[in-house]
């Protein structure tokens, strides 16, 4: 591990050795990782994915760590935390944002900016990556309904960006589910809308949430699916 500290710190990534996954979980449990990472570009998760993959030691990436529970013994291994990989850019329908960005930040640019499809979206607690990792949704409304584009990085470490029609989204499932790539950005096609309306329903859905959901205790979520029907 002595050979990837030295990488982070030559390169300017922070880190954190013996990081207590308790504290980056919702469920507010789980042990310590050998090193948490966090790049804060592209180019440094490149750097981190390659010399992970060729010294061949253990990783694991977490957005906001709202659907992962870890064991107390920790994480023998790098943990990958896109907190910091949080940038944004709204192009006239479309926002554009790299993965580790909140959910809910994007939800208020598409408010600034008066756009709809992303209301439904407002208030779970995750990254735009974990987001499309599970097709992400509530209040029935979906990631997959307003997801156009994904760029990843390959096992191989290229940059791939595929569409909606072959992201393979499903009841809490993706193309990325159980896969080992990382997603770097989404893009969002939405439409104009009015801003009063997006507000108020944004509004009206995150008090329903909060009626239900003590997001301010330690949290497993939305830990069962929806049967058939
Ligand atoms: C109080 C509460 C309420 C919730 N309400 C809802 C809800 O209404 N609807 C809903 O769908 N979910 C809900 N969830 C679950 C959770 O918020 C979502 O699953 C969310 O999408 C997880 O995002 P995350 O960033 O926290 O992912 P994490 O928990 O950090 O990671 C989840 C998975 O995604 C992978 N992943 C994360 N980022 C990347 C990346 N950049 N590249 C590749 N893989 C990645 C991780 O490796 C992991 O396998 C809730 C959770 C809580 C705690």
Do not use: W
């Not at 050795?17 to 790049?39: D, H, I, K, W």
């Not at 010399?51 to 030691?57: F, G, V």
């Not at 909606?164 to 896969?179: A, C, I």
């Amino acid at each position: 591990m002595t050979g990837f500290i030295d990488l982070c710190a030559r390169s300017g990534i922070e880190y954190i050795e013996n990081a207590p996954l308790s504290e980056y979980l919702t469920f507010r449990v789980g042990g310590p990782c050998r090193v948490m990472v966090f790049p804060d570009n592209a180019d440094k998760i490149i750097e981190v994915l390659d010399y992970l993959r060729s010294s061949r030691i253990k990783y694991y990436i977490i957005g906001k760590g709202s659907n992962l529970l870890c064991a107390d013994s920790g994480y023998d291994g790098v943990i990958i935390n896109t907190s910091k990989y949080d940038s944004l850019c709204v192009i006239d329908n479309h926002i554009l944002c790299s993965s580790g960005i909140s959910l809910s930040r994007v939800c208020r640019a598409a408010l600034d900016n008066g756009l709809t499809g992303l209301e439904c979206e407002y208030g779970i607690p995750g990254s735009v990556g974990g987001a499309v990792y599970m097709n992400a949704g509530a209040y029935g409304g979906e990631i997959k309904d307003t997801v156009c584009a994904v760029t990843h990085i390959t096992a191989g470490g290229e940059l791939e960006t595929i569409h909606q029609y072959e992201l393979d989204f499903g009841y809490r499932h993706s193309f990325y589910s159980d896969k080992d790539l990382f997603i770097l950005k989404a893009e969002f096609a939405l439409k104009k809308g009015d801003p009063d309306e997006i507000r108020n329903k944004m509004d009206d859905l995150l008090s329903r949430r909060k009626a239900k959901q003590p997001i301010e205790l330690p949290s497993a979520g939305s830990t069962f699916k929806r049967p058939e029907g």
